[in-house]
């Protein structure tokens, strides 16, 4: 019987637990507890691999204009000045090399008008009095090129010198921004001339902090309204504008995060890392997650009406009525089973005992009605 009423109450403790969640909850926290759950963000799907003994420190990437599903990346310092073409399986297509000496070039991108921009902008000492972007048109054919004709136009920021990694081009007016690499702190996003030039030293202006994060490359997105940026670990989405204002971040695969550049499709990056034989993937660009949408400033939540007011809580109160009733028949029933099994046992204990004893089992106690 001892058994009996304990599994009764384990039985007693679940469908308590039941009743609590089958409770209704407050539209509040349902929607709270909705707004929670964003849409499902696809794995990142590894495009190629670089295997190019060329390419030992891939720097920079960047879409070709001029020849689709085709990348161009450079080295790291220690370099010559060339840039590399690959096509969608990581193979080498085109070499091109222009004169340039350069020191240590960290990013690269492409312009509505197929050139190419290579960003002399490293600068791990911060002592470089001044950096330099150099310029290349995207070839016709692609195949190696040994002698490429190039301009360099030379820049220095108000500040001091800064190291930096990333180089963005703005769509639509092909405006160049550096946005510079701190390993403490943030760094800052600067802009170019409009129109620079290839005589003297141009001037950067300071725009804004950067997002938090060692950032090592970014990208504009086509549309001219969003850039991406990489660090080490992640992308981060930012809405461009007068502030630039960093929007939703994304885990990137791991590895030592250098590049990132338009993907193949709508609304993807690749992201590539250093090192002999990185990958290659393409991720989402992260994106700001919907938000329910509120009530209009001018509008008045309208009420409920009085049929809907009360079929709603005739419905609450109808389950709730439910899970009381049985609640309460369970509750009767443990009293039933439970209790008068106990006195009946001690009952048969106290006779028991007076058998062997030899006295008379007593005579229950019964009370008296006047």
Not at 255 to 274: F, I, N, R
């Amino acid at each position: 019987m001892r058994q009996v009423r304990t599994a009764l109450a384990l039985l007693g403790a679940t469908l308590c637990t039941l009743a609590g969640v089958a409770l209704p909850t407050s539209p509040a926290a349902a929607g709270s507890a909705g707004s929670d759950a964003g849409p499902t963000t696809p794995a990142p799907k590894k495009l190629f691999t670089i295997r190019d003994e060329r390419i030992q420190e891939s720097s920079g990437l960047a879409k070709s204009v001029k020849h689709p599903g085709t990348y161009w990346t450079v080295n790291d310092s220690g370099d010559t000045g060339r840039v590399f073409a690959l096509d969608a399986t990581g193979k080498v297509k085109a070499v091109l090399r222009f004169g340039a000496k350069v020191t240590d070039v960290e990013a690269l991108g492409v312009d509505r008008d197929g050139t190419i921009y290579i960003a002399d902008i490293g600068d791990n000492k911060a002592n470089r009095e001044q950096i330099e972007i150099y310029t290349i048109p995207e070839p016709e054919t692609l195949e190696d090129e040994s002698n490429v004709k190039y301009h360099r136009f030379d820049f220095k920021y108000p500040d001091g010198a800064h190291d930096a990694e990333t180089l963005l081009i703005e769509p639509g007016t092909s405006q160049l921004y550096i946005v510079t690499k701190a390993l403490k702190g943030t760094g800052a996003i600067y802009a170019a001339p409009p129109a620079p030039s290839r005589e003297g030293t141009n001037d950067l202006t300071k725009l804004a902090a950067a997002p938090s994060g060692v950032i090592t490359d970014g990208t504009f997105l086509p549309d001219g309204q969003r850039v991406v940026l990489r660090t080490y670990a992640d992308v981060t989405t930012v809405a461009w504008g007068e502030t630039p204002n960093a929007i939703a971040r994304g885990a990137a695969p791991l590895g030592q995060g250098e590049t990132v550049a338009v993907g193949p499709t709508d609304g993807t990056v690749l992201v590539g890392s250093e090192g002999p034989n990185s990958g290659v993937y393409q991720v989402q660009v992260p994106a700001k997650a919907a938000a329910s949408t509120p009530p209009s400033a001018s509008a008045t939540p309208k009420p409920a009406t009085t049929t809907d007011s009360n079929n709603a809580d005739s419905g609450k109160s109808h389950n709730l009525r439910w899970i009381i009733i049985g609640a309460a028949l369970f509750a009767l029933i443990i009293t039933v089973i439970t209790f008068p099994p106990g006195r009946r046992e001690r009952q048969d204990r106290q006779a028991e005992n007076a058998r062997l004893t030899g006295q008379s089992p007593p005579t229950p106690h019964r009370r008296q009605h006047s």
